[in-house]
């Protein structure tokens, strides 16, 4: 797609000790796409979700949010400035029910019946909005799905409204029918026109849901495919550096 990226890491790089985890990384997230971010173990992948996230500041490089330079140094800067992160913990209280969940960390300060029934009707129609089916909301989270799990965390991550969205492992350790909701979750997302990234090592989903695939390999970027343009091949051979790619 064309346009200013909404979203870039330009230059990145990040050690820890003698460990180069990042080396010169560059990524763009455009508005209304979906990029896959992939790589084997210890390839990066991580480290630069951590960084756009806030969780680890980079050595060098810069993040560029909407064209200009942003300082990051910590998760509520990445929240602030309309970036949203969804790690792979998802970070839900499974005592607490959806409505609780949606809203944790940013309820009102006095409760009231009133406000109570505004935050279910607000859940309501965002988790509708996003064709997500759950028949009460005031169910704990520890009974859903695994699928509707990642679709509450993602649900919770619109609240404020972001312009980017980043998915970590979204799929790992569902089951077919759970897959493929979260997948057209996603795609909903891109449909919002949000610009969203999805990590994953399940290339199948990555080639049913991303526009560009990036490849990370040993902490360098190692190329960037248009989905619909690429073989699995392609991209295998970037991720192990095998052939030309190397």
Do not use: Y
């Amino acid at each position: 797609m064309n346009g200013e990226p909404v979203l870039s890491a330009r230059g990145v790089g990040r050690s820890f000790g003698a460990v180069r985890a990042l080396d010169d990384v560059t990524l763009d997230l455009r508005a209304g796409e979906v990029t896959a971010l992939v790589g084997d173990n210890g390839a990066g992948k991580s480290t630069l979700v951590k960084i756009l996230s806030g969780v680890v500041v980079p050595d060098t490089g810069r993040i560029v949010l909407g064209g200009e330079p942003v300082r990051i140094v910590r998760p509520h800067d990445a929240r602030a400035l309309g970036i949203a992160t969804v790690h792979q913990d998802l970070g839900l209280c499974e005592n607490l029910d959806v409505v609780a969940n949606l809203f944790l960390g940013a309820e009102p300060h006095r409760w009231s019946l009133l406000r109570s029934l505004r935050m279910e009707r607000t859940a309501r129609d965002l988790l509708a909005s996003l064709d997500v089916r759950i028949p009460d909301l005031r169910t704990p989270v520890a009974s859903l799905s695994g699928g509707q799990r990642q679709s509450v965390a993602i649900a919770r991550a619109l609240l404020g409204e972001p312009r980017a969205v980043l998915l970590d492992e979204p799929t790992a350790a569902l089951g077919v029918e759970q897959t493929a909701q979260v997948l057209a979750l996603i795609r909903r997302l891109r449909e919002r026109g949000l610009a969203v990234l999805v990590i994953s090592h399940n290339l199948a989903d990555v080639r049913a849901v991303s526009d560009r695939i990036a490849v990370l390999r040993l902490g360098r970027a190692a190329g960037v495919f248009p989905t619909a343009e690429t073989t699995t091949e392609a991209v295998l051979a970037a991720i192990t550096g095998a052939g030309a790619a190397a």
